[in-house]
């Protein structure tokens, strides 16, 4: 597991985000991705149409590559309502970088 997390911690920006757009994609359909580009600045419930079943799957996904560590589902689980509604793919990946 150190050996995970070795490899994850030098993982830069831009590798972090090809990897969560390639878990996105996986969830939401690759027809989807086909019209509408995944971007840092995607929202996941306005941009990406993500319902919460998806969002409860991304975490699983996100826990699955990146470690046990990743505590995606609680930090979902704090945000207040407005910044969930809002919540945009390069709010995740302020947040990776900071567990990772």
Do not use: P
Not at 2 to 31: M, P, Y
Not at 59 to 76: D, M, N, Q, R, T
């Amino acid at each position: 597991m150190d050996h995970l997390k070795k490899e994850t911690s030098t993982r830069t920006r831009q590798e972090i985000f090809d990897k969560v757009s390639t878990i996105l994609a996986a969830i939401i359909g690759e027809d989807f991705i086909d019209e509408y580009e995944i971007t840092q600045e995607s929202t996941f419930t306005g941009d990406l149409e993500m319902e919460s079943i998806e969002l409860v799957e991304f975490s699983e996904k996100l826990k699955a590559e990146f470690g046990e560590e990743i505590g995606f589902a609680a930090w979902l689980s704090n945000l207040e309502l407005e910044r969930l509604v809002m919540l945009k793919v390069n709010d995740v990946l302020d947040y990776l970088e900071e567990c990772l």
